[in-house]
């Protein structure tokens, strides 16, 4: 990691939160799912980065998904792809209670769920070189001026994620906001350790999008792989 990234990893940490903790509105449903169904699906903050060999049982590629909502793009994904293993963060109550439903439905067994914040993830609770992707759908895009500084895409949220993303890992990242847009390209051509891709991986569609096209939002998106000799 150049001197420039291991800065940008040091101003990561005392970075403002890129969230704000909202109570929300909990079903009777989701909190018996945070009750009974987290120990199968939930993953505790530890000390040491987390064994995923162990926690899974096998050896496969890793997905992240950040911010993953109430889950439905992270669920359909872990079942499509059972060959993968997937992990999603979310730090609101609700949408892990409705994605741990919706995943016992499913039958999963490749998937596993982090209450935390997505940079104290990166940092401290994941191995090097562990993920074959992170994702990154619709983030909070701050649009207000004195509030850019809690965007989560910055230089050193990018150095965590590649200190985390195995040799040609990709993170993939989509926002309805054209400002956010540019804010990313910019971050993303800065950092010598990615490369763009000419077309991004296949992903499915999230609700929060969907009623973003509703309103006329032009989607973007982009994929940006670890360079192999990084």
């Known amino acids: 990691m150049g001197g420039s990234e291991v800065k940008a990893d040091i101003e990561a940490q005392a970075a403002p939160r890129s969230f704000v903790r909202r109570s929300g509105r909990i079903t009777i449903a989701q909190k018996r799912a945070l ?4 120990p199968k699906y939930g993953l505790k903050e530890a000390a040491a980065p987390l064994a995923l060999k162990d926690i899974f049982g096998r050896n496969a590629p890793t997905v ?20 993968c293993n997937f992990l999603g963060v979310e730090v609101h109550l609700p949408g892990l209670g409705r994605c ?17 914040d997505a940079i ?12 074959a992707m992170a994702c990154l759908y619709f983030p909070d895009p701050w649009p207000r001026k004195r509030h850019h500084k809690r965007r989560l895409v910055k230089p050193g949220f990018i150095a965590l994620l590649a200190r985390v993303l195995e040799p040609g890992g990709v993170f993939h990242v989509a926002t309805d906001w054209p400002p956010y847009a540019e804010h990313i390209e910019g971050v993303m051509g800065a950092m010598t350790a990615f490369e763009r891709l000419d077309q991004p991986p296949a992903r499915h569609t ?7 096209s509703a309103l006329g939002h032009e989607i973007w998106e982009a994929a940006y792989r670890l360079r192999p000799s990084y």
């Open 64 to 83: 992240l998904e950040i911010g993953f909502g109430n889950g439905e793009t992270l669920v359909r994904s872990a079942a499509e792809s059972p060959q």
């Open 35 to 38: 009750k009974e169904l987290w």
């Open 100 to 116: 741990l439903l919706e995943a016992e439905r499913a039958g999963l067994s490749n998937l596993r769920l982090i209450q935390a």
């Open 206 to 212: 999230t609700r929060f999008e969907q009623r973003g």
């Open 120 to 131: 104290d993830v990166l940092r401290s609770q994941l191995p090097p070189g562990s993920l």
